[in-house]
């Protein structure tokens, strides 16, 4: 690094999903991208997660032991340390009613999976665009 140049941010993405498989390949991915991934493997666990790291964004399995994708994105959503995570539904469910249940819930975004990892990339620099407008600042939320 030369000198006065800030370090290199690295937006912090909670990747919930009970498939250990996924959550390698997307944290992969994602990684490669330029983000920094926490995991979690249930609802519950995510919940804690986010509550510890704060993250950027979460991207939420629907379909988890423990606790859903569902009920920990209500939780997330009426806790006012985690209201502001933007969190995207990460789901097999291709319905329209997924979808609507995915925002009565209070997701921001909405992804079907299986999907190309560029497509998730894609979707979380969106969502991360949005919500850094809705907090005033310029483009990706950014870690110090």
Same mark, same amino acid.
């Given at each position: ?7 290199? =941010? *690295? ?5 919930? $999903? %009970?498939? +250990? $498989?996924?959550? +390698? ?5 994602? &990684?490669?991208?330029? @983000?920094?991934? +926490?995991? #979690?493997?249930?609802?519950? &666990?995510?919940?804690? *997660? ?5 993250? %950027? ?10 606790? $859903? ?35 009565? =819930?209070?997701?921001?975004? @909405?992804?079907?999976?299986?999907? @190309?990892? %560029? ?7 969106? #969502?991360? $665009? ?15």
């Amino acid at each position: 690094m030369m000198p006065n140049q800030a370090p290199l =941010v *690295r937006p912090l993405v909670l990747l919930a $999903d %009970d498939f +250990e $498989d996924a959550r +390698e390949l997307y944290r992969d991915y994602l &990684e490669f991208s330029g @983000f920094s991934v +926490e995991t #979690a493997s249930n609802g519950r &666990e995510a919940i804690d *997660r986010a509550i510890a790291v704060q993250p %950027d964004l979460i991207l939420m399995d629907a379909s988890m032991p423990v606790l $859903d994708g569902w009920q920990a994105t209500r939780v997330l959503k009426a806790n006012p340390t985690t209201k502001h995570i933007p969190i995207i539904a990460l789901t097999a469910h291709a319905s329209d009613d997924a979808r609507q249940q995915a925002k009565a =819930v209070g997701c921001d975004g @909405f992804v079907t999976k299986p999907c @190309f990892p %560029d497509d998730l990339v894609a979707n979380v620099r969106a #969502a991360l $665009d949005v919500a850094g407008r809705k907090d005033g600042r310029p483009g990706l939320q950014t870690r110090p």
